[in-house]
Protein backbone atom coordinates (compact mmCIF):
# COMPACT_ATOMS: atom_id res chain seq x y z
CA UNK A 1 0.00 0.00 0.00
CA UNK A 2 1.23 3.18 -0.75
CA UNK A 3 2.32 6.05 1.98
CA UNK A 4 0.23 8.99 1.93
CA UNK A 5 2.50 12.33 2.73
CA UNK A 6 0.16 15.35 3.87
CA UNK A 7 0.91 18.54 1.80
CA UNK A 8 1.90 20.86 3.53
CA UNK A 9 3.84 24.22 3.12
CA UNK A 10 5.41 24.08 6.51
CA UNK A 11 6.22 20.20 6.06
CA UNK A 12 10.13 21.47 6.00
CA UNK A 13 10.49 24.32 8.55
CA UNK A 14 13.44 23.82 10.55
CA UNK A 15 14.94 25.86 13.40
CA UNK A 16 18.42 27.75 13.22
CA UNK A 17 19.68 29.06 16.70
CA UNK A 18 22.31 32.35 16.18
CA UNK A 19 25.64 31.76 16.65
CA UNK A 20 27.41 32.81 19.93
CA UNK A 21 28.35 36.74 18.99
CA UNK A 22 24.84 37.35 17.74
CA UNK A 23 23.14 35.98 21.31
CA UNK A 24 22.54 38.19 24.59
CA UNK A 25 25.42 37.68 26.79
CA UNK A 26 25.97 37.93 30.93
CA UNK A 27 22.41 37.90 31.40
CA UNK A 28 21.41 37.60 35.13
CA UNK A 29 18.00 36.17 34.83
CA UNK A 30 15.39 35.93 37.78
CA UNK A 31 15.44 33.19 40.16
CA UNK A 32 11.97 33.61 41.38
CA UNK A 33 9.87 30.83 41.08
CA UNK A 34 6.70 32.25 39.94
CA UNK A 35 5.97 30.30 36.13
CA UNK A 36 5.98 32.80 33.71
CA UNK A 37 7.64 33.17 29.86
CA UNK A 38 10.53 35.52 31.75
CA UNK A 39 11.03 37.14 28.84
CA UNK A 40 8.92 39.49 26.09
CA UNK A 41 10.35 40.53 22.94
CA UNK A 42 9.05 43.36 20.07
CA UNK A 43 10.19 44.68 17.17
CA UNK A 44 12.69 46.79 18.65
CA UNK A 45 13.58 45.68 22.32
CA UNK A 46 13.69 42.52 24.58
CA UNK A 47 12.59 42.26 28.38
CA UNK A 48 13.74 40.10 30.69
CA UNK A 49 13.13 39.42 34.47
CA UNK A 50 16.48 40.45 36.15
CA UNK A 51 17.87 38.99 39.30
CA UNK A 52 18.20 41.96 41.65
CA UNK A 53 19.26 42.91 44.97
CA UNK A 54 16.82 45.54 46.95
CA UNK A 55 13.70 45.07 45.61
CA UNK A 56 12.23 43.99 42.30
CA UNK A 57 13.84 44.82 38.09
CA UNK A 58 14.12 43.92 34.54
CA UNK A 59 16.02 45.02 31.65
CA UNK A 60 15.27 46.18 28.50
CA UNK A 61 17.78 45.05 25.59
CA UNK A 62 18.08 46.70 21.82
CA UNK A 63 17.63 44.14 19.84
CA UNK A 64 20.90 45.63 18.62
CA UNK A 65 22.80 45.22 21.63
CA UNK A 66 24.06 41.56 21.10
CA UNK A 67 27.42 40.00 23.07
CA UNK A 68 28.18 40.30 26.14
CA UNK A 69 26.14 43.09 28.32
CA UNK A 70 28.23 44.71 30.77
CA UNK A 71 28.24 44.35 34.05
CA UNK A 72 26.07 47.83 34.91
CA UNK A 73 23.46 47.89 32.54
CA UNK A 74 20.88 50.41 32.82
CA UNK A 75 17.72 48.59 35.34
CA UNK A 76 14.20 49.12 35.52
CA UNK A 77 13.62 49.50 39.10
CA UNK A 78 10.52 50.86 40.89
CA UNK A 79 9.21 47.79 42.49
CA UNK A 80 9.93 46.89 46.00
CA UNK A 81 9.44 43.36 45.38
CA UNK A 82 10.61 40.67 42.44
CA UNK A 83 8.73 41.61 39.04
CA UNK A 84 6.66 38.61 37.67
CA UNK A 85 5.79 39.66 34.32
CA UNK A 86 5.94 42.22 31.44
CA UNK A 87 4.63 42.84 28.33
CA UNK A 88 5.15 45.65 25.41
CA UNK A 89 2.58 47.99 23.81
CA UNK A 90 1.66 46.01 20.87
CA UNK A 91 0.78 50.14 19.28
CA UNK A 92 3.59 51.58 20.94
CA UNK A 93 7.12 49.89 20.63
CA UNK A 94 8.23 52.39 23.66
CA UNK A 95 6.00 51.62 26.03
CA UNK A 96 6.15 48.35 28.56
CA UNK A 97 3.92 47.50 31.43
CA UNK A 98 5.20 45.37 34.27
CA UNK A 99 3.98 43.27 37.38
CA UNK A 100 5.33 42.48 40.86
CA UNK A 101 5.12 41.09 44.19
CA UNK A 102 4.12 44.24 45.55
CA UNK A 103 0.89 44.01 44.05
CA UNK A 104 1.44 47.67 41.54
CA UNK A 105 1.07 47.46 37.89
CA UNK A 106 3.97 50.25 36.32
CA UNK A 107 3.82 51.84 33.39
CA UNK A 108 7.21 52.61 31.58
CA UNK A 109 8.70 54.85 28.43
CA UNK A 110 11.65 53.38 26.75
CA UNK A 111 14.47 55.66 26.07
CA UNK A 112 15.72 55.93 22.38
CA UNK A 113 19.33 55.44 23.99
CA UNK A 114 20.51 55.07 27.43
CA UNK A 115 22.64 58.63 28.90
CA UNK A 116 26.00 57.46 29.75
CA UNK A 117 26.19 56.79 33.23
CA UNK A 118 22.30 55.69 34.03
CA UNK A 119 22.16 53.05 36.15
CA UNK A 120 18.05 53.36 36.23
CA UNK A 121 14.88 54.06 34.34
CA UNK A 122 11.86 55.31 36.62
CA UNK A 123 8.16 54.21 35.58
CA UNK A 124 5.80 57.12 34.74
CA UNK A 125 2.60 55.47 35.92
CA UNK A 126 1.98 53.30 39.14
CA UNK A 127 -1.44 51.63 39.10
CA UNK A 128 -2.45 50.31 42.56
CA UNK A 129 -5.20 48.16 42.97
CA UNK A 130 -4.34 44.40 43.23
CA UNK A 131 -4.57 43.19 47.04
CA UNK A 132 -1.75 40.93 46.54
CA UNK A 133 0.43 39.90 43.75
CA UNK A 134 0.16 40.76 40.27
CA UNK A 135 1.38 37.52 37.91
CA UNK A 136 1.05 38.39 34.67
CA UNK A 137 0.06 41.69 32.70
CA UNK A 138 -1.30 41.44 29.27
CA UNK A 139 -2.07 44.28 26.46
CA UNK A 140 -5.28 44.41 24.70
CA UNK A 141 -4.36 43.29 21.04
CA UNK A 142 -6.77 45.69 19.13
CA UNK A 143 -7.98 48.75 21.56
CA UNK A 144 -4.76 51.36 22.07
CA UNK A 145 -3.72 51.31 25.72
CA UNK A 146 -5.77 48.58 27.56
CA UNK A 147 -4.34 46.27 29.68
CA UNK A 148 -5.21 43.11 31.70
CA UNK A 149 -3.57 42.44 35.08
CA UNK A 150 -4.38 38.99 36.80
CA UNK A 151 -3.15 38.63 40.49
CA UNK A 152 -3.34 35.87 42.97
CA UNK A 153 -6.31 38.27 45.19
CA UNK A 154 -8.10 35.72 42.03
CA UNK A 155 -9.42 38.85 40.10
CA UNK A 156 -8.73 40.36 36.96
CA UNK A 157 -8.31 43.81 36.16
CA UNK A 158 -8.94 46.14 33.28
CA UNK A 159 -7.13 49.39 33.06
CA UNK A 160 -6.84 52.41 30.81
CA UNK A 161 -2.92 52.94 31.46
CA UNK A 162 -3.18 56.33 29.82
CA UNK A 163 -5.90 57.97 31.96
CA UNK A 164 -4.03 55.68 35.00
CA UNK A 165 -7.23 54.25 36.14
CA UNK A 166 -9.38 50.82 36.71
CA UNK A 167 -12.25 50.32 34.32
CA UNK A 168 -13.56 47.06 35.18
CA UNK A 169 -12.45 44.28 37.56
CA UNK A 170 -13.30 40.47 36.71
CA UNK A 171 -13.73 37.41 39.36
CA UNK A 172 -15.27 34.51 39.39
CA UNK A 173 -12.19 32.48 39.77
CA UNK A 174 -11.58 30.34 43.37
CA UNK A 175 -7.60 29.74 42.59
CA UNK A 176 -4.26 31.38 41.59
CA UNK A 177 -4.90 32.65 37.60
CA UNK A 178 -2.43 30.55 35.81
CA UNK A 179 -2.45 32.28 31.89
CA UNK A 180 -4.65 34.66 29.99
CA UNK A 181 -5.11 34.96 26.45
CA UNK A 182 -7.55 37.22 24.87
CA UNK A 183 -9.55 36.16 21.13
CA UNK A 184 -8.22 37.86 18.07
CA UNK A 185 -10.50 40.56 18.08
CA UNK A 186 -10.23 41.02 22.09
CA UNK A 187 -14.07 40.96 23.22
CA UNK A 188 -13.00 37.43 25.38
CA UNK A 189 -10.83 36.52 27.66
CA UNK A 190 -9.92 32.56 28.21
CA UNK A 191 -8.21 31.93 31.29
CA UNK A 192 -6.66 28.56 33.07
CA UNK A 193 -6.55 28.46 37.28
CA UNK A 194 -5.00 26.24 39.90
CA UNK A 195 -8.73 24.64 40.34
CA UNK A 196 -8.80 23.08 37.43
CA UNK A 197 -10.89 25.03 35.31
CA UNK A 198 -10.92 26.64 31.87
CA UNK A 199 -13.21 29.57 32.17
CA UNK A 200 -14.37 31.69 29.13
CA UNK A 201 -15.00 36.08 30.27
CA UNK A 202 -16.79 38.38 28.70
CA UNK A 203 -14.63 41.06 30.23
CA UNK A 204 -16.60 44.08 30.21
CA UNK A 205 -19.67 42.58 31.69
CA UNK A 206 -17.62 40.43 34.04
CA UNK A 207 -19.44 37.17 33.13
CA UNK A 208 -18.35 33.57 32.40
CA UNK A 209 -19.64 32.64 29.18
CA UNK A 210 -18.22 28.98 28.97
CA UNK A 211 -16.54 26.81 32.32
CA UNK A 212 -15.57 23.62 31.67
CA UNK A 213 -12.97 20.83 33.29
CA UNK A 214 -9.25 21.89 32.22
CA UNK A 215 -6.01 19.75 32.88
CA UNK A 216 -6.47 17.58 35.88
CA UNK A 217 -2.99 17.58 37.39
CA UNK A 218 -1.53 19.87 39.98
CA UNK A 219 1.12 21.75 37.94
CA UNK A 220 0.72 24.65 35.54
CA UNK A 221 -1.84 24.82 32.95
CA UNK A 222 -1.57 27.48 30.10
CA UNK A 223 -3.72 28.69 27.41
CA UNK A 224 -4.02 30.23 23.95
CA UNK A 225 -6.34 31.56 21.51
CA UNK A 226 -6.24 29.86 18.02
CA UNK A 227 -6.04 33.09 15.94
CA UNK A 228 -9.25 34.39 14.46
CA UNK A 229 -11.31 30.93 15.35
CA UNK A 230 -13.50 29.94 17.84
CA UNK A 231 -10.99 27.06 19.23
CA UNK A 232 -8.58 26.99 22.04
CA UNK A 233 -4.90 25.05 22.15
CA UNK A 234 -4.31 24.07 26.35
CA UNK A 235 -1.49 22.53 27.42
CA UNK A 236 -1.16 20.96 31.34
CA UNK A 237 -0.63 17.76 33.00
CA UNK A 238 -3.02 14.42 33.04
CA UNK A 239 -3.86 13.04 37.18
CA UNK A 240 -0.46 10.89 36.32
CA UNK A 241 1.75 14.24 35.46
CA UNK A 242 1.76 12.86 31.96
CA UNK A 243 2.15 16.34 29.56
CA UNK A 244 -1.23 16.80 27.37
CA UNK A 245 -2.09 19.01 24.91
CA UNK A 246 -5.74 19.41 24.50
CA UNK A 247 -7.80 21.68 21.80
CA UNK A 248 -11.12 22.92 22.55
CA UNK A 249 -14.56 24.42 20.88
CA UNK A 250 -14.85 27.46 22.89
CA UNK A 251 -19.03 27.01 22.51
CA UNK A 252 -18.40 23.57 24.87
CA UNK A 253 -15.89 23.35 26.91
CA UNK A 254 -17.66 20.13 28.70
CA UNK A 255 -14.67 18.04 27.00
CA UNK A 256 -11.88 18.73 24.72
CA UNK A 257 -12.26 18.38 21.17
CA UNK A 258 -8.52 16.48 20.84
CA UNK A 259 -6.40 15.48 23.61
CA UNK A 260 -3.01 14.46 22.64
CA UNK A 261 -0.66 12.85 25.46
CA UNK A 262 3.56 14.38 25.05
CA UNK A 263 5.55 12.75 27.41
CA UNK A 264 6.06 12.53 31.29
CA UNK A 265 8.29 15.56 31.91
CA UNK A 266 7.93 17.41 34.49
CA UNK A 267 8.78 20.80 33.22
CA UNK A 268 5.25 23.27 31.96
CA UNK A 269 5.03 23.95 28.50
CA UNK A 270 4.34 27.55 27.35
CA UNK A 271 2.53 27.38 23.94
CA UNK A 272 2.40 29.80 20.65
CA UNK A 273 -0.23 30.44 18.57
CA UNK A 274 1.03 31.91 15.13
CA UNK A 275 -2.86 32.64 13.04
CA UNK A 276 -0.60 33.45 9.91
CA UNK A 277 0.60 29.92 9.20
CA UNK A 278 -1.35 28.69 11.61
CA UNK A 279 1.41 26.77 13.27
CA UNK A 280 1.45 26.13 17.27
CA UNK A 281 4.43 26.16 18.81
CA UNK A 282 5.37 23.93 22.24
CA UNK A 283 8.46 25.17 24.11
CA UNK A 284 8.70 22.96 27.55
CA UNK A 285 10.80 24.55 30.61
CA UNK A 286 13.88 22.56 31.32
CA UNK A 287 13.55 21.07 27.79
CA UNK A 288 16.12 21.77 25.23
CA UNK A 289 13.41 21.33 22.19
CA UNK A 290 10.53 23.18 20.82
CA UNK A 291 7.73 20.84 19.01
CA UNK A 292 5.38 22.25 15.86
CA UNK A 293 2.28 21.50 14.85
CA UNK A 294 0.11 22.75 12.09
CA UNK A 295 -3.71 23.00 12.89
CA UNK A 296 -6.39 22.26 10.17
CA UNK A 297 -9.66 21.40 10.12
CA UNK A 298 -9.78 20.74 13.95
CA UNK A 299 -6.73 18.62 13.85
CA UNK A 300 -2.96 19.25 14.94
CA UNK A 301 -0.71 17.66 12.76
CA UNK A 302 2.79 17.48 14.33
CA UNK A 303 5.51 18.65 11.53
CA UNK A 304 8.51 19.18 13.49
CA UNK A 305 10.88 19.76 16.47
CA UNK A 306 13.78 21.57 17.26
CA UNK A 307 16.43 20.34 19.36
CA UNK A 308 18.88 22.02 21.40
CA UNK A 309 21.61 20.48 24.49
CA UNK A 310 20.63 23.55 26.78
CA UNK A 311 17.75 23.33 29.10
CA UNK A 312 15.24 26.95 28.75
CA UNK A 313 14.12 28.46 31.33
CA UNK A 314 11.57 30.59 29.37
CA UNK A 315 10.66 31.69 25.93
CA UNK A 316 9.61 34.51 23.85
CA UNK A 317 8.24 35.05 20.04
CA UNK A 318 8.31 37.75 17.87
CA UNK A 319 5.43 39.31 16.83
CA UNK A 320 5.17 38.72 12.99
CA UNK A 321 5.88 42.26 11.39
CA UNK A 322 9.21 42.08 12.83
CA UNK A 323 10.33 38.73 10.78
CA UNK A 324 13.07 38.68 7.87
CA UNK A 325 10.70 37.78 5.07
CA UNK A 326 13.63 38.17 2.49
CA UNK A 327 14.72 34.95 3.83
CA UNK A 328 11.33 33.49 4.31
CA UNK A 329 11.56 33.81 8.50
CA UNK A 330 8.10 32.51 9.32
CA UNK A 331 8.95 32.79 13.17
CA UNK A 332 11.75 33.90 15.85
CA UNK A 333 11.72 32.34 19.53
CA UNK A 334 13.76 33.83 21.90
CA UNK A 335 15.13 30.91 24.08
CA UNK A 336 15.91 31.91 27.63
CA UNK A 337 18.91 30.18 29.63
CA UNK A 338 21.33 30.59 32.30
CA UNK A 339 23.03 34.01 31.48
CA UNK A 340 22.32 33.90 27.58
CA UNK A 341 19.54 34.66 25.26
CA UNK A 342 19.45 32.84 22.16
CA UNK A 343 17.67 33.42 19.09
CA UNK A 344 16.17 30.98 16.87
CA UNK A 345 14.91 31.78 13.26
CA UNK A 346 12.18 28.70 11.71
CA UNK A 347 12.71 29.67 8.19
CA UNK A 348 11.26 28.06 5.10
CA UNK A 349 13.11 26.88 2.47
CA UNK A 350 12.72 28.44 -0.88
CA UNK A 351 14.40 28.90 -4.26
CA UNK A 352 13.05 32.27 -5.02
CA UNK A 353 14.08 35.29 -3.85
CA UNK A 354 10.85 36.71 -4.75
CA UNK A 355 8.34 37.84 -1.84
CA UNK A 356 6.46 34.32 -0.98
CA UNK A 357 2.94 35.97 -0.28
CA UNK A 358 1.45 32.18 0.14
CA UNK A 359 3.27 31.47 3.65
CA UNK A 360 3.28 36.01 4.32
CA UNK A 361 -0.06 36.67 4.07
CA UNK A 362 -1.04 40.18 6.16
CA UNK A 363 -0.39 40.30 9.80
CA UNK A 364 -0.92 42.37 13.03
CA UNK A 365 0.05 45.84 12.28
CA UNK A 366 0.97 48.68 15.12
CA UNK A 367 -1.84 50.84 14.44
CA UNK A 368 -4.85 50.37 16.95
CA UNK A 369 -8.33 49.67 15.54
CA UNK A 370 -10.42 51.14 18.61
CA UNK A 371 -9.84 53.56 21.56
CA UNK A 372 -10.43 52.42 24.83
CA UNK A 373 -13.19 54.52 25.40
CA UNK A 374 -14.63 52.87 22.41
CA UNK A 375 -13.69 49.20 23.52
CA UNK A 376 -15.12 49.57 26.80
CA UNK A 377 -18.20 51.46 25.89
CA UNK A 378 -19.07 47.86 24.42
CA UNK A 379 -17.56 48.52 20.24
CA UNK A 380 -15.94 45.58 18.78
CA UNK A 381 -13.95 45.63 15.44
CA UNK A 382 -10.81 43.63 13.83
CA UNK A 383 -7.23 44.12 14.30
CA UNK A 384 -5.59 46.12 11.60
CA UNK A 385 -3.27 44.33 9.28
CA UNK A 386 -0.27 45.03 7.49
CA UNK A 387 1.24 43.75 4.07
CA UNK A 388 4.45 42.31 4.72
CA UNK A 389 5.38 42.78 1.00
CA UNK A 390 6.30 46.31 0.48
CA UNK A 391 8.39 46.04 3.79
CA UNK A 392 7.39 47.02 7.43
CA UNK A 393 8.90 50.07 8.69
CA UNK A 394 8.62 50.50 12.63
CA UNK A 395 7.35 54.19 13.36
CA UNK A 396 9.44 56.65 15.21
CA UNK A 397 8.73 56.77 18.88
CA UNK A 398 5.88 58.27 20.31
CA UNK A 399 5.75 59.81 23.02
CA UNK A 400 3.46 58.09 26.15
CA UNK A 401 2.30 61.47 28.20
CA UNK A 402 -0.28 59.79 30.54
CA UNK A 403 -3.37 62.16 32.13
CA UNK A 404 -2.49 61.14 35.30
CA UNK A 405 -0.64 62.23 37.35
CA UNK A 406 3.32 61.54 37.32
CA UNK A 407 4.47 59.39 39.49
CA UNK A 408 6.38 62.39 41.69
CA UNK A 409 3.09 63.75 41.97
CA UNK A 410 0.68 61.21 43.40
CA UNK A 411 2.54 61.29 46.77
CA UNK A 412 4.63 63.54 49.06
CA UNK A 413 6.32 61.06 50.19
CA UNK A 414 8.36 61.46 53.50
CA UNK A 415 11.80 62.60 54.29
CA UNK A 416 14.11 59.58 54.76
CA UNK A 417 14.78 59.83 58.62
CA UNK A 418 10.94 60.04 58.61
CA UNK A 419 10.41 57.31 56.15
CA UNK A 420 12.77 55.41 58.76
CA UNK A 421 11.38 55.72 61.76
CA UNK A 422 7.41 55.05 59.87
CA UNK A 423 8.99 51.74 58.80
CA UNK A 424 10.56 50.79 62.29
CA UNK A 425 7.25 51.93 64.31
CA UNK A 426 4.81 49.52 60.99
CA UNK A 427 7.80 46.61 61.98
CA UNK A 428 7.15 46.55 65.64
CA UNK A 429 3.06 47.21 65.82
CA UNK A 430 3.20 44.33 62.84
CA UNK A 431 5.89 42.18 65.12
CA UNK A 432 3.77 42.89 68.79
CA UNK A 433 0.38 41.86 66.86
CA UNK A 434 1.94 38.71 65.40
CA UNK A 435 2.86 38.27 69.21
CA UNK A 436 -0.86 38.36 70.67
CA UNK A 437 -2.22 36.49 67.85
CA UNK A 438 0.45 33.74 68.85
CA UNK A 439 -0.52 34.23 72.56
CA UNK A 440 -4.33 33.92 71.34
CA UNK A 441 -3.86 30.33 69.91
CA UNK A 442 -1.81 29.07 72.50
CA UNK A 443 -4.68 30.04 75.14
CA UNK A 444 -7.45 28.07 72.19
CA UNK A 445 -4.82 24.85 71.69
CA UNK A 446 -4.98 25.05 76.49
CA UNK A 447 -9.15 25.46 76.21
CA UNK A 448 -9.60 22.89 73.45
CA UNK A 449 -7.72 20.28 75.41
CA UNK A 450 -9.28 21.00 78.54
CA UNK A 451 -12.67 20.40 76.75
CA UNK A 452 -11.06 17.57 74.93
CA UNK A 453 -10.34 15.94 79.38
CA UNK A 454 -13.56 17.03 79.70
CA UNK A 455 -15.31 14.69 76.92
CA UNK A 456 -12.92 11.99 77.80
CA UNK A 457 -14.87 11.67 81.70
CA UNK A 458 -17.89 12.03 80.10
CA UNK A 459 -17.48 9.26 77.65
CA UNK A 460 -16.24 6.76 80.51
CA UNK A 461 -18.59 7.67 82.85
CA UNK A 462 -21.54 7.04 80.35
CA UNK A 463 -19.63 4.04 79.75
CA UNK A 464 -19.85 3.18 83.36
CA UNK A 465 -23.64 4.08 83.67
CA UNK A 466 -24.70 1.31 80.62
CA UNK A 467 -22.61 -1.17 82.34
CA UNK A 468 -24.53 -0.36 85.74
CA UNK A 469 -27.67 -0.66 84.05
CA UNK A 470 -27.43 -3.51 82.83
CA UNK A 471 -26.47 -4.85 86.12
CA UNK A 472 -29.84 -3.62 87.41
CA UNK A 473 -31.80 -5.30 84.38
CA UNK A 474 -30.04 -8.52 85.09
CA UNK A 475 -30.49 -8.05 89.47
CA UNK A 476 -32.97 -6.08 89.95
CA UNK A 477 -31.28 -2.95 91.92
CA UNK A 478 -28.30 -0.22 91.71
CA UNK A 479 -25.02 -0.10 93.39
CA UNK A 480 -24.91 3.12 95.45
CA UNK A 481 -22.33 4.84 93.13
CA UNK A 482 -24.37 4.05 90.10
CA UNK A 483 -27.50 5.86 91.69
CA UNK A 484 -24.75 8.80 92.53
CA UNK A 485 -24.00 8.59 88.80
CA UNK A 486 -27.87 8.75 87.49
CA UNK A 487 -27.83 11.81 90.45
Not at 75 to 97: E, K, M, Q, S
Not at 250 to 256: I, R, V
Not at 357 to 372: H, M, N, Q, V
Not at 453 to 468: D, F, G, M, N, W
Request: net charge negative; hydrophobic share 35%.
Amino acid sequence: MAFFVRPSKYRHVYGTCAKRDFCYDNIRVSANAWDTNMIKVNPRFISINWQASGGGAFAVLPLSQVGKLPDNYPLYRGHTAPVLDTDFNPFNDFVIASGSEDSKVMIWSIPEEYVEGQEEVTPILKLSGHGRKVGQVLFHPVAENVLASASTDLTIKLWDVEKGTERQQITGHTEIIQSMSWNYNGSLLATTCRDKKLRIFDVRANKVVQEGPGHQGIKGSRVVWMGNTDRLATTGFSRMSDRQLNLWDTSDLSKPLKSEFLDTSSGVIMPFYDSDSKMLYLAGKGDGNIRYYEYDNDELYPLSEFKAADPQRGMGFMPKRGLNVNECEVARAFKVGTTLIEPISFTVPRKSDAFQSDIFPPCLSDEPALTADEWFEGKDADPKLVDLEAGFTAKAKKEFVPTAAPVEEVKNEPSSPDKEKNYQEAYHEARKENEELKGQLSQRDVKIRVLEIEVEKLRTELAELSVYKAKEETEGELPHSANALVE
